[in-house]
């Protein structure tokens, strides 16, 4: 079925390197993507979001990269921290979908000091 | 950012109980609020859209008798779990939108266990 899905389930990183997470989307009527950051036992917490009109888009720390043809999404992570360690999740949602939301599987960061 | 505030974090309850999950929107207002799913180590699972004022919407193989969602305002939506069961011993998490096609923000997210 159309899906979201990350190519890996985890990733180690040493503090201070860049992380980049991927994620590929199935679905052609995706036109809005979020990453989204979970830390154990608690809430998803918006990171960073792009439009598919727009193809990188930049926060603190943040890049969020968007190829639409070949519906791939990656979030790199300048400078990686200890308390970058979390799940990452992409989401997207579609024309006519409203608000709603299809979630990745997430990947597991895991930062080495 | 905004601020989606969810109640209780944990609860335990006994089997055959209902127990009740809030979720309110603290400084906007949201027509639709969106109810999660979510299992060790997996992703989140959209139960049901919340609908301000009319009928929560449920995916697919989701029990509405089961899982009671209100939207009695525009600021708060709540999920019944009704006559619970150890296999509804989850993660729960609310998300709601300021506007239309714009970032959805979480709730802490409600632990609960049946026991």
């Known amino acids: 079925g159309e899906s979201v899905g990350l190519h890996l389930p985890t990733l180690s990183v040493q503090e201070g390197d860049n992380s980049i997470i991927n994620c590929a989307y199935s679905n052609s009527a995706s036109d809005y993507f979020i990453w989204y950051k979970q830390e154990s036992g608690k809430g998803p917490q918006f990171i960073i979001d792009?439009?598919?009109?727009?193809d990188k888009r930049q926060g603190q720390r943040v890049t969020v990269l968007l190829n639409k043809t070949v519906k791939h999404l990656s979030l790199q992570i300048a400078a990686t921290q200890p308390g970058d360690s979390a799940v990452y999740f992409c989401a997207e949602s579609r024309r006519g979908g409203g608000n709603k939301l299809t979630f990745g599987t997430g990947t597991q960061l895991k930062v080495e000091l | 950012g905004a601020v989606v505030s969810q109640h209780p974090s944990r609860v335990i309850c006994k089997s055959g109980t209902s127990v009740k999950i809030e979720c309110r929107s603290l400084?906007?207002?949201?027509?639709?609020m969106f109810w999660y799913r979510q299992f060790p180590k997996k992703s989140l699972m959209l139960m049901a859209t919340?609908?301000?004022?009319?009928?929560?919407?449920?995916e697919q193989g989701v029990e509405k008798d089961k899982f009671l969602i209100n939207h009695a305002s525009l600021t708060l939506s709540t999920l019944t779990v009704t006559s619970a069961h150890p296999e509804d011993s989850s993660f729960y998490i609310c998300?709601?939108?300021?506007?239309?096609?714009?970032?959805?923000?979480f709730g802490q997210g409600t632990r609960l266990t049946v026991v």
């Open positions: 400084d906007f207002q949201a027509t639709t």
């Open positions: 792009i439009r598919s009109n727009m």
């Open positions: 919340s609908n301000e004022g009319s009928k929560a919407t449920y």
């Open positions: 998300s709601a939108a300021r506007g239309r096609r714009t970032e959805a923000f």
